[in-house]
């Protein structure tokens, strides 16, 4: 058995000095509901856990003004069922409402759901020494790589991880250029949710781009009229409490049968939270027809890189791709 120490500061700032004071070893934990598992499956040990949840303010959701703005602390199954995030964000309200199980949703946060580590077997199942993984251990080698690598990436992978960035959330987010506030030991910064995410390259262990004792405090969404006509279409082995296969979030902005401006960004199949830019550039101005909607999802994945089993995502992922384009269109704006 270890010893494991735990407090529950009120304050950004208290949770961030108990962090420093506990040093080496010190975790964040909000909900808990992905950190407690990783530390029973030995992939996680903390010698210190601070947790964040009771900090005053953290909870909070403003959907008000022209940023979104969502407490890092707030649960998952709050701002899914948020009455403005329904009607105008549909993609933001499916990403959440799609993730997990509504009984992890109420207690998992959407700071929380941001940092969860990848879902590779290989990742999760080898503490004991049974299979290497780059992302548990540095530099002991890649299971995955030529394994059952079904569910792995076919985007942004390297030759020392393939492992998928499993959350839907970031999706979301990322396709409508969302940001995060941090607060840290030096002070509060904002940066885009697609910074978040560190590509594997060759240091996998490497995920996020927080500096030590850093807490999200808050992630902000621009409004924008895209949201209305969007939607966070997700295929995966069973049709709920399953992680993704392939998915997309898509938001249109359309003049009449023309698409004006598309945000697509991809899930299940890549390294990190992945917009498709190529496959916005191919629709942007076109008028929309199914043709072009699965034009622009094999687009999405022109630069894929296919493993052992994992080529049935490329189809899969175009198709996903074209019928979130042609959901989303068919909502009204
Ligand atoms: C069975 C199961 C199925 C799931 N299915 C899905 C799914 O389909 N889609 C999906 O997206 N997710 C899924 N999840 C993951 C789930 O959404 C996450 O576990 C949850 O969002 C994590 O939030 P949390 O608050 O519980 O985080 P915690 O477990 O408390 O923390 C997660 C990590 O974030 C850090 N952290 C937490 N909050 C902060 C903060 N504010 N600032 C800095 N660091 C912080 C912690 O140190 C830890 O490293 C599933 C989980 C389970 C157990």
Not at 192 to 218: K, N, Q, S, W
Request: aromatic share 6%.
């Amino acid at each position: 058995m270890r010893a494991i120490t735990y407090t529950r500061p009120a304050t950004a700032q208290a949770a961030i000095t108990a962090f420093a004071q506990a040093g080496e070893g010190a975790r964040y934990i909000a909900g808990g509901t992905t950190l407690y598992d990783l530390m029973k499956l030995g992939i996680e040990t903390p010698a210190h856990l601070v947790d964040v949840s009771a900090i005053e303010g953290l909870g909070s959701i403003d959907t008000g003004g022209d940023v979104l703005r969502f407490g890092g602390m707030a649960t998952m199954a709050d701002v899914a069922r948020d009455r403005v995030v329904m009607e105008r964000y549909p993609l933001l309200a499916e990403a959440l409402g799609k993730a997990a199980s509504q009984q992890l949703r109420n207690m998992a946060t959407v700071g929380g759901n941001l940092l969860q580590r990848t879902r590779c077997l290989y990742f999760r199942n080898g503490a004991s020494g049974l299979y290497p993984c780059n992302k548990r251990e540095p530099g002991s080698g890649c299971a995955a790589i030529g394994g059952l690598d079904r569910g792995q990436a076919l985007l942004g992978q390297s030759d020392a991880c393939t492992a998928v960035s499993p959350g839907d959330w970031p999706v979301a987010l990322v396709a409508l250029d969302a940001s995060v506030e941090v607060e840290g030991p030096d002070g509060t910064r904002t940066m885009p949710v697609a910074d978040l995410y560190r590509m594997p390259g060759d240091t996998p262990h490497l995920e996020f781009t927080l500096r030590p004792g850093e807490i999200i405090t808050a992630v902000m969404v621009p409004a924008t009229a895209a949201g209305r006509r969007s939607t966070y279409h997700k295929v995966r082995d069973r049709e709920s409490y399953a992680f993704a296969l392939a998915s997309a979030a898509v938001a249109l902005e359309m003049d009449g049968e023309t698409v004006r401006e598309a945000r697509i960004a991809l899930g299940g199949v890549a390294t990190v939270p992945w917009r498709a830019r190529a496959a916005e550039a191919l629709i942007n101005g076109a008028p929309l027809t199914r043709e072009r909607a699965l034009a622009t999802g094999h687009a999405a994945f022109a630069d894929a890189r296919p493993g052992r089993h994992n080529a049935f995502k490329i189809q899969l992922g175009a198709e996903v791709v074209a019928d979130a384009v042609m959901i989303a269109a068919g909502r009204a704006s």
